[in-house]
């Protein structure tokens, strides 16, 4: 059985249809990252799974039931959603705490994700004086308090620093390798690439790609891009070899069609001095933009 | 739903909302009870007689009552202020089932408050009573309904604090309503308007009169309490239920 099946979900906003007919599937043990601009509907449609919004149509369940008929579903399903909030004269434990009474998990685990989260020196903190970052780390506890199979984050990026943000991709790894379920929304498509097995893409409300991150970037051109002093003599090597190569700016190549194996290989036989060299994901943000409109944020 | 009226009073426990709220309430019962003791017997102020303890209990009930209402409020109105409704709608997708460990919580903590207001009220009126050379009873069956009658209408209190908030769910909005309804402003002018006078003991203010200061205008104390149990039940349903179907984006 599916671990996340939503089929024909709709909902109507008064004349604002904010998803329109969705089907997905996330199997079992999978991380899919559920992309699409802000205003797609990836949020209401994560509220519809988490029996937060009722659909206008269609159904979304987790392990074959609408949310609110799970029994137990802080032990089986673990959310962060953006608009989640907490009181700020309360401690990040005390919030935990009352979750977990509510929830009747064992009142120990309230320390265990507060380690795992990286806030057991603020646990006893009001939330009030939080920055966003730890914020988003006390919705992550929270999630991970009923020790559950399937995550739905929504956005977690957002508000954490670079170094934030590796961490998360971090804990994501963490729990895909624990053989969890994760569906993890963001309107940027890098910012899951590394850790998605399957992309799910909405667009106003309507699914517009599923597939693995593979056969969505199978048909794009792979770009390396060099930077060298002698960007003439680069050039004809690997035009020599079947590459498409244009100048950008001084000393600067973009080499379409081949690996940066092969751009070393060609500078290394060639003797030529390179600078720098990378592997560009532009495409893949280029495949996203072109499957979305490629018109970005909408009012 | 022992666990989620336990996760209830812990929320109420674990801010500074409700012990500021129930110091002010204690502090205000202190100060009004000292005042009557005090003035008691002089010019314009009523004399204390055998009957003074039957006065004294119900002097609290105007700090109480108010503190009760306002902590129902908050402690509804705040799921939507700060966004905590979205966790605990996660944990409780049966949303009915939060609102009903709301109204037990907010209806035990007003039991709780009311009954350590008279317990206050007997531990500094009795010795002083007996002082004064005051002869007064606690085996008195009046005085007991009293305090009983102010304890049910303390928890009423903060059920419908909870039923408000539920229904408005803008936690200003509700102080406000809940403010203007307690001072019985919105109740006088409806009875003014309609020239009714014989209406103003049904209405839920009124009503509730009958418990916290019974007289010759009010009902009979247990009609009373049933008038105003059944207003309160009445808007925490309507208010339960609007919660349960209102998406929460």
């Known amino acids: ?299 | 739903m022992t666990r989620l009226v336990k996760a209830e009073l812990l929320k109420l426990r674990t801010t500074r909302t409700a012990r500021i709220l129930l110091a002010l309430a204690a502090a205000g019962t202190a100060a009004l009870v000292a005042l009557v003791l005090l003035l008691a017997g002089r010019p314009g102020q009523p004399e204390l007689g055998a009957d003074a303890l039957r006065q004294l209990v119900l002097v609290p009930a105007q700090p109480l009552t108010l503190a009760a209402l306002v902590l129902g409020i908050l402690g509804m109105a705040g799921e939507f202020r700060y966004g905590t409704a979205t966790s605990t709608f996660l944990v409780t997708p049966v949303r009915g089932r939060v609102v009903a460990a709301k109204l037990a919580a907010a209806a035990a903590t007003g039991l709780a408050m009311a009954l350590v207001a008279s317990a206050a009220v007997f531990a500094v009126g009795l010795p002083w009573l007996r002082a004064k050379g005051i002869e007064v009873t606690v085996a008195d069956a009046g005085l007991l309904a009293r305090v009983v009658g102010l304890a049910v209408a303390v928890a009423l209190f903060a059920v419908l604090g909870v039923g408000l908030a539920a229904l408005l769910r803008n936690q200003v909005a509700a102080v406000i309503v809940g403010l203007l309804w307690w001072s019985q402003g919105v109740e006088g002018i409806l009875v003014a308007l309609l020239h009714q006078p014989g209406l103003e003991r049904w209405l839920p203010r009124g009503a509730a009169s009958a418990l916290t200061a019974p007289g010759d205008a009010t009902l009979p104390m247990w009609a009373g309490g049933l008038v105003f149990a059944a207003y309160g039940l009445a808007l925490a349903l309507a208010g339960g239920r609007l919660v349960a179907r209102r998406d929460l984006t």
């Open chain 1, 1 to 299: 059985m599916a671990a996340i099946s939503v089929q024909g979900l709709t909902k109507r906003f008064g004349d604002v249809l904010a998803v329109d007919q969705l089907h997905f599937q996330v199997d079992p043990g999978t991380v899919v990252g559920f992309l699409g601009p802000n205003g797609a509907g990836k949020t209401t449609t994560l509220r519809m799974l988490l029996g937060l919004v009722t659909p206008t149509a269609g159904t979304a369940t987790i392990a074959g039931r609408p949310y609110r008929e799970l029994p137990d579903p802080a032990r089986r399903v673990g959310a962060v959603l953006e608009a989640s909030g907490f009181h700020p004269g309360r401690s990040a434990r005390d919030h935990l705490r009352v979750l977990a009474t509510a929830a009747g998990l064992d009142p120990r685990r309230v320390d265990e994700v507060l380690e795992q989260t990286g806030l057991a020196a603020a646990g006893r903190r009001r939330v009030g004086g939080f920055s966003l970052g730890m914020r988003q780390r006390l919705g992550l506890a929270a999630a991970l308090l009923g020790d559950p199979e399937v995550l739905i984050l929504d956005e977690p990026a957002n508000g954490l620093d670079p170094e934030g943000v590796h961490w998360l991709r971090g804990l994501v790894r963490d729990l895909a390798d624990q053989g969890r379920t994760v569906l993890v929304s963001s309107h940027i498509l890098a910012e899951v690439a590394q850790t998605v097995d399957q992309v799910v893409i909405i667009d106003r409300g309507r699914l517009v790609a599923q597939s693995t991150l593979a056969a969505l970037t199978a048909g794009a051109d792979r770009t390396v891009r060099v930077r060298t002093p002698q960007p003439e003599a680069l050039r004809d090597l690997l035009v020599a070899r079947g590459a498409s190569v244009t100048l950008d700016g001084p000393g600067q190549l973009v080499v379409g069609g081949v690996t940066t194996e092969q751009v070393g290989q060609a500078a290394a036989a060639g003797g030529v001095v390179l600078h720098e060299m990378r592997f560009e994901r532009s495409n893949l943000e280029d495949v996203f933009l072109e499957l979305t409109g490629g018109k970005g944020e909408r009012p």
